[in-house]
């Protein structure tokens, strides 16, 4: 069987150098990433699963609110972003959000950011670095708890917003020791979970490889079941037109 084809989204200003290091990732859970961005063509039909990368920050105004810090933003990727996420949901295609990806995963279905989110959580470790520094705690009865385990992960973290006001069909799947989301994912099918760290960064971590295998193994369930109802309808067409 074909290796499930993976749309990965990236920063115009970034993506030249985190997206061989997902679509290493990618590879090792059996699947072949392709670039998307700003400018490139991203048709959710053409893919089997998504990755929203990380890099630049939502602007306020996707989910209402306004800029409080500094931030680097990029309108034309939330836009595009956004709509990919949408229209996942529609086309129940699985999806991953890494870091911004989290957090864009939760606005484009209807929640909120908040942009100081040290500030907000001051218990919270605050790092910089995509060495496993802070300590994050996986709650129980989630998805993400089957995939990698009810033991305290160490995760690298790059961000400075994190997820506020959960967006319809979500639930939080994960939290530092400061109380701060660190993962969030949908109730039900399709398939999505956003992690807050950077899994690309962890390959040589077996619990973070565990994360790209579900995506993975989740495209390759939805490909073989879109192939199906496929293979159906192509067989109640013929049967209508074969004479009686």
């Avoid at 115009?12 to 072949?32: E, M, T």
């Avoid at 989910?63 to 229209?87: C, N, Q, T």
């Avoid at 979500?170 to 899994?199: C, K, N, S, Y």
């Avoid at 690309?200 to 879109?226: G, K, N, P, T």
Wanted: charged letters at 25%.
């Amino acid at each position: 069987m074909k290796r499930p084809v993976i749309g990965v989204t990236t920063s115009h200003r970034s993506g030249w150098r985190i997206f061989p290091l997902v679509a290493l990732n990618v590879w090792l859970a059996g699947g072949r990433a392709v670039r998307w961005g700003a400018g490139r063509p991203a048709d959710v039909h053409e893919v089997d699963g998504i990755i929203i990368g990380g890099g630049d920050d939502i602007s306020p105004e996707v989910y209402g609110g306004k800029l409080v810090s500094a931030a680097r933003l990029d309108p034309e990727r939330d836009a595009l972003e956004r709509r990919l996420v949408e229209e996942a949901r529609a086309t129940m295609t699985p999806v991953l959000g890494i870091c911004r990806g989290s957090q864009m995963i939760n606005v484009a279905l209807g929640g909120t950011l908040d942009q100081d989110a040290y500030g907000s959580h001051p218990d919270s470790q605050h790092y910089k670095t995509i060495l496993p520094r802070k300590d994050v705690r996986i709650e129980p009865g989630t998805r993400l708890v089957d995939l990698v385990g009810t033991e305290p992960m160490k995760v690298n973290a790059l961000h400075s917003q994190a997820v506020d006001r959960l967006g319809d069909g979500l639930r939080i799947a994960a939290r530092d020791t400061g109380g701060m989301v660190q993962a969030i994912e949908r109730v039900r099918d399709p398939f999505a979970i956003g992690v807050q760290w950077h899994p690309e960064h962890l390959f040589y971590a077996r619990r973070q490889r565990a994360i790209f295998r579900a995506l993975v193994a989740a495209a390759r369930a939805a490909r073989q079941h879109d192939n199906q109802i496929a293979a159906v309808e192509a067989e109640s067409r013929t049967s209508a037109g074969a004479p009686v």
